[in-house]
């Protein structure tokens, strides 16, 4: 149980375009839903945070106009990376607590590589 | 001060011995405590989680909470060159706030 999917696994994009990556919960409801972010190397940088129905907290630092986050139902959050420019190529990672188990651990996606070009 | 200690490494143990992973947080309210690995190049994946004080096992994974001493550990028995990758502890504040706070990582690397 307790597993997260995200789509696509890796994406190669122009500069000056958007990209939206998907995170469903596909076996248990999602009631928060965290996006991160991973430079090699580097350690997790929570971006935001978002409930179901509610708009997304963003940590300090991160653009919400640039980095927009939807999570419209308790099994799916998307984040689009707007005007995508080669410093946004990352790895982005989400996971999702809900109601699989004591409801405070963080399941994780497998993660989608962005390269910006 | 980081609200979730670890050491970088790499922590180098030989294949079939115990290594031994540790966490110090600074937030003495924080309810629930976490050990993720992290494979080059993937996402984390949960090895376990321990709430109370004292000893939690599975398998050939011991996790080791002391709240008194703010501390949290990590046993990996047996160790493989398989278990060659980053551990990740992570802090929740409280219960029902999921407000995580992740350790920077330790890099293990288990030699055959």
């Known amino acids: 149980g307790a597993v997260v999917s995200q789509h696509p696994s890796w994406v190669i994009c122009k500069s000056g375009t958007s990209v939206k990556i998907e995170c469903r919960s596909l076996d248990f409801q999602a009631t928060t839903m965290f996006w991160y972010r991973q430079f090699p190397k580097q350690s997790l940088m929570l971006m935001a945070t978002?409930?179901?129905?509610?708009?997304?907290?963003?940590e300090q630092g991160v653009e919400k106009d640039k980095f927009l986050i939807n999570h419209a139902s308790l099994t799916l959050s998307t984040l689009t990376v707007t005007s995508a420019h080669p410093e946004d190529s990352s790895f982005y990672i989400c996971?999702?607590?809900?109601?699989?188990?004591?409801?405070?651990?963080?399941?994780f996606g497998p993660g989608t590589r962005l390269t910006v070009l | 001060q980081k609200e979730v200690e670890q050491n970088s490494g790499p922590l180098s143990v030989p294949e079939g011995a115990i290594a031994s992973l540790n966490c110090t947080y600074s937030?003495?309210?924080?309810?629930?405590f976490f050990w993720y690995r992290q494979y080059s190049g993937k996402s984390p994946e949960l090895i376990m989680s321990?709430?109370?004080?004292g000893d939690k096992e599975d398998g050939r994974f011991t996790a080791q909470l002391n709240k008194a001493s703010q501390y949290v550990s990590l046993l990996i028995r047996d160790s493989q060159p398989s278990d060659s990758a980053t551990y990740l502890c992570a802090v929740n504040l409280q219960y029902n706030f999921n407000k995580f706070y992740f350790g920077s990582g330790t890099k293990l690397n288990v030699k055959p």
């Open positions: 321990i709430y109370s004080n």
């Open positions: 996971s999702a607590t809900g109601t699989s188990g004591r409801g405070d651990t963080q399941y």
């Open positions: 978002s409930n179901e129905g509610s708009k997304a907290t963003y």
């Open positions: 937030d003495r309210v924080s309810q629930s």
